[in-house]
């Protein structure tokens, strides 16, 4: 069975303060793991897919990193409106199911 | 482009009431799913759709049922509502499904009293 555990659960940081989020998966067979931000009220948005160890994407103050058994979510001088909830999950080589970590929640103070 | 649409946004039932969730999207995508989101602890699969016609169970399908008679449209049936399907309620669509990423709706609140 494919589990996805993120960490911390909760996460405060000043304007400013740089970061990682983890996210620690075990899967049968990984085809993706993918970032997701949600923000209060609000479904999922999609932010990167990682297919292969040692992958990186970036977007703006976020970068995505991949091993074999983790996925760092790093922050760099966050900003209030990067403040969210940031979902991880894997795709296993199965199917068309995705397995989802219980999210980070990010709240940054200015 | 409205993207993925889902009504009501809110409801309550009463145990035993049945109802049902709607969700339509306008990308043209073949595959749709369902999702529930309980605090902590992740979104859990309902059911999916490959495409008009065809669905296929999830993780957690026990209590609900769903249908595609369309592309665009994948609503969500409760039958015989229970406490225990209190939660948040997310649509989502995928061009291709697999790798593709999905695309959600804002999702259904929903409690079960």
């Known amino acids: 069975e494919d589990q996805v555990t993120q960490s911390p659960e909760a996460l405060r940081l000043q304007e400013g303060e740089s970061s990682s989020l983890n996210c620690s998966y075990t899967?049968?067979?990984?085809?993706?793991l993918f970032w997701y931000r949600q923000d209060p009220g609000k479904g999922p948005e999609f932010l990167f897919t990682?297919?292969?160890a040692g992958e990186e994407k970036e977007k703006e103050r976020l970068k995505a990193t991949l091993t074999k058994k983790e996925s760092f979510l790093h922050i760099t001088a966050p900003k209030p409106e990067d403040s969210a909830t940031y979902l991880c999950?894997?795709?296993?080589?199965?199917?068309?199911?995705?397995?989802f970590g219980g999210g980070t929640r990010l709240m940054v103070k200015p | 482009n409205a993207g993925v649409t889902q009504t009501p946004k809110f409801r309550i039932l009463k145990i035993g009431q049945s109802m049902t969730l709607q969700c339509a999207q306008d990308?043209?995508?073949?595959?749709m799913y369902w999702y529930r989101q309980d605090p902590g602890m992740g979104l859990k699969l309902i059911y999916y759709?490959?495409?008009?016609?065809?669905?296929d169970k999830g993780e957690v399908p026990n209590g609900y049922n769903v249908s595609r008679s369309t592309t665009e449209d994948f609503p969500l049936r409760l039958e015989l509502a229970a406490p225990s399907q209190t939660s948040v309620y997310f649509c989502?669509?995928?061009?291709?499904?697999?790798?593709?990423?999905?695309?959600f709706g804002n999702g259904t609140r929903l409690t079960v009293t």
């Open positions: 899967v049968s067979g990984l085809r993706g």
């Open positions: 999950a894997v795709l296993n080589n199965a199917g068309n199911m995705l397995t």
């Open positions: 759709s490959v495409g008009a016609g065809i669905t």
């Open positions: 990308m043209n995508h073949n595959y």
């Open positions: 989502a669509s995928s061009a291709t499904g697999g790798r593709s990423p999905l695309h």
């Open positions: 990682l297919y292969s």
